[in-house]
C-alpha cells in the first residue's frame, strides 16, 4: 500500500510538473496584430524591453506582457472647440488631424507616459495647444479669406508641436505628424453682422454711384440735347433774321429807286417845260388831282391850294 501511494504521489507531481510547464510555455508567448507595436514588459523582473516587436508570435520570460501601441496612422477629432483670434475674438472650429507613433520611440514614450491611453491624451492636448497657436496669429478678418493658409500654419504648429524642435531642444511627444484637416471655421454673430453690414453699406455706396452715374448720363444727355435745340433756334433766328434783313434792305432799295425815278422824271419835266420850282409843285398838285379826283380839301386863309397862276407864269 505504501508503494501504490507513493506512486500514486509521483504520478501527481508528475502531472504538475507537465502542467505547470505547459503553463510556463504558453505564457512565454504573445501574438501581436499587423497593425500593432508591442514593447515587451517582464512583469515580474519590471523590466521593459529596448525594442518593440511587430505583428506575429513572439517568445518572452514567463509571465510577460505587452504594451501595445497601433502601428498605423492614428486619427483624432477636436469638434466644435474654441480658440481666441490675434485681435481677441472667440473662434469656434473643428479640426482633423493624424499622426504616426514612432517605433524607435516607444520605449522613452511609454516610461514617461505609462501606457498608450496617457500617451493618447498628452497627443490630443499637444494637438490642441498647436491649432490654438496657429489660430492666435490670424485677425478674424483672415478667417473667411484666408483657411488655407490658417490650416497649413496649424499643420506646421502640429509637426514642430509632436516631433519637437532641434533647435529649442524640445524631444515633442515621440510622434510624427501626418496631416491636418480644418474641417469647420465659425466666427463671432456680432462680426457676421458686422461684415454683413459692412457688405450692405458697400452695396449702397455702389448702388448710389451707379444711380449718380445714371443721372449724370440722363443730365448731360438733356444738356446736348438742350444746346442742340437752342443751335437750332438759333440758326432758324438767324436765318429769319438774315431774310427780314434782306427783305428791307430790298425794299429799302425799291423805294429808293423810285423815290430816284420820280426825281429824275420831275427835274427832266422841270428842264423839258421850263418850270420854276412852283411850277414843278403845281405840276404835282395837278397830277395828285388828276389821281384822285374824289379828293377834298379843306383849307383856310391864307392857304393856297391852287398853282395854276404858276403854270401860266412859267
Known amino acids: 500500500m505504501r508503494e501504490l501511494s507513493a506512486r500514486n504521489v509521483c504520478i501527481s507531481l508528475g502531472i504538475l510538473a507537465v502542467i505547470v510547464a ?16 508591442g514593447i515587451e514588459y517582464d512583469i515580474f523582473r519590471k523590466k521593459i524591453k529596448d525594442l518593440a516587436d511587430n505583428g506575429g508570435l513572439h517568445a518572452g520570460p514567463p509571465g510577460f ?24 475674438l472667440a473662434v469656434t472650429y473643428s479640426v482633423r488631424f493624424q499622426y504616426q507613433i514612432n517605433e524607435n520611440s516607444i520605449k522613452p514614450a511609454i516610461i514617461k507616459y505609462r501606457d498608450f491611453e496617457n500617451w493618447e491624451r498628452v497627443v490630443v492636448s499637444a494637438g490642441r495647444r498647436a491649432v ?12 473667411q479669406n484666408k483657411r488655407d493658409i490658417i490650416q497649413s500654419t496649424m499643420f506646421d504648429n502640429l ?4 516631433e519637437g524642435s532641434n533647435s529649442t531642444g524640445d524631444m515633442g511627444v515621440y510622434t510624427t505628424a501626418v496631416s491636418l484637416q480644418l474641417v469647420d471655421l465659425d466666427i ?12 450692405s453699406a458697400e452695396e449702397d455706396i455702389q448702388l448710389a454711384k451707379n444711380q449718380r452715374n445714371q443721372e449724370t448720363t440722363k443730365a448731360r444727355t438733356e444738356l446736348l440735347a438742350a444746346a442742340e435745340q437752342a443751335r437750332k433756334i438759333l440758326d432758324t433766328a438767324n436765318n429769319e433774321a438774315n431774310i427780314t434783313v434782306r427783305e428791307a434792305v430790298l425794299k429799302a432799295e425799291e423805294i429808293e429807286l423810285s423815290f430816284q425815278t420820280e426825281a429824275d422824271l420831275i427835274v427832266n419835266i422841270k428842264e423839258a417845260l421850263n418850270l420854276t420850282s412852283q411850277g414843278v409843285l403845281a405840276y404835282m ?3 395828285l388831282y388828276q389821281n384822285a379826283p374824289k379828293l377834298k380839301v379843306h383849307a383856310t386863309e391864307p392857304a393856297n391850294i391852287s ?8
Open 22 to 37: 505547459i503553463g510556463l510555455v504558453t505564457s512565454s508567448f504573445k501574438r501581436l496584430k499587423s497593425t500593432e507595436y
Open 65 to 88: 506582457r505587452f504594451i501595445k501601441v497601433p502601428s498605423t496612422f492614428i486619427s483624432e477629432e477636436l469638434n466644435y472647440e474654441t480658440c481666441v483670434s490675434k485681435d481677441g
Open 132 to 143: 490654438q497657436h496657429g489660430c492666435s496669429e490670424f485677425s478674424i478678418a483672415n478667417f
Open 159 to 162: 509637426q514642430e508641436t509632436l
Open 188 to 199: 463671432p454673430v456680432e462680426y457676421r453682422s458686422a461684415v454683413a453690414d459692412k457688405q
Open 285 to 287: 398838285a395837278n397830277q
Open 307 to 314: 398853282w395854276k397862276g404858276e403854270l401860266l407864269n412859267s
